[in-house]
């Protein structure tokens, strides 16, 4: 079972930028799809964005086209979301999480939740001036 672990939320003003990273200790994200989900206060969680396993083709969110990335880096074991133009509507705690079955978990904008088994503890990200 591969454990998760996120960093780099923080509070940033309007517009600004944030990167987060999702690290894995225990086993290589290699061979996992990864998936960014959040949840803000009173509100349903939410994909935001994935990377397939064997095709690294990335999956977003409309409402986050053009301004977030999501990249991979096997080198160091570890799946990163850079956020920039950020919105106060972007204010929730993100987390990231991998689905046991490889090839699960990201054809589409629409990443399901359902499809992911294992989640990281989650990060606070707070977009405000």
């Known amino acids: 079972q591969v454990h998760l672990v996120e960093s780099g939320g923080g509070l940033v003003q309007p517009g600004g930028s944030l990167r987060l990273s999702c690290a894995a200790s225990?086993?290589?994200?290699?061979?996992?799809?990864v998936g960014w989900f959040r949840q803000a206060p009173g509100k349903e969680r939410e994909g935001v964005s994935c990377?397939?396993?064997?095709?690294?083709?990335?999956q977003y969110k409309d409402s986050v086209k053009g301004r977030f990335t999501i990249s991979r880096d096997s080198t160091k074991n570890t799946v990163y979301l850079q956020m920039d133009n950020l919105k106060p509507e972007d204010t929730a705690v993100y987390y990231c999480?991998?689905?046991?079955?490889?090839?699960?978990?990201?054809?589409?904008?629409?990443?399901?939740?359902?499809?992911?088994?294992?989640w990281g503890q989650g990060i606070q990200v707070t977009v405000s001036s």
């Open positions: 225990d086993e290589s994200l290699h061979y996992y799809t």
């Open positions: 990377i397939h396993v064997l095709t690294g083709n990335p």
């Open positions: 999480a991998a689905p046991q079955i490889m090839g699960y978990g990201c054809y589409d904008s629409t990443i399901q939740g359902s499809e992911y088994d294992h």
